[in-house]
């Protein structure tokens, strides 16, 4: 099992920046790929980020490219989303998820989400 926890969420203006923090604890060697996934409300859960454990390769949604960069620190085990230009579209509960990596495509493990508010 893999334990994630979310941080860095909050309310910022149209315009401004946030880093989205996921730190991953427990069973860490069996994570295949960590990805960033949002849901507004009255909206499906859509994805937004992924990135690789190993190969830290990087895929992002058509709706965040150029504006936002996913990393990881290897160091901390934690993996970030940094997010500029924001939008007030953009507003979300931001989730963190594990792919273990036994079925293509499938997510985990999840974790509680952060509420990123952007203001017009």
């Known amino acids: 099992q893999v334990q994630l926890a979310e941080s860095g969420g909050g309310l910022v203006q149209a315009g401004g920046s946030l880093r989205l923090s996921c730190a991953a604890s427990?069973?860490?060697?069996?994570?295949?790929?960590m990805g960033w996934f949002r849901q507004a409300p009255g909206k499906e859960r859509e994805f937004v980020a992924r990135?690789?454990?190993?190969?830290?390769?990087?895929t992002y949604a058509d709706s965040v490219k150029g504006r936002c960069t996913v990393f990881r620190d290897r160091t901390k085990n934690t993996v970030y989303l940094q997010m500029n230009s924001l939008k007030p579209e953009d507003t979300a509960v931001y989730y963190c998820a594990v792919d273990v990596g036994k079925v293509l495509g499938t997510y985990d493990y999840w974790g509680q989400g952060t509420q990123v508010t952007v203001s017009a």
């Open positions: 427990g069973r860490t060697l069996s994570v295949y790929a």
């Open positions: 990135i690789t454990w190993s190969g830290e390769r990087t």
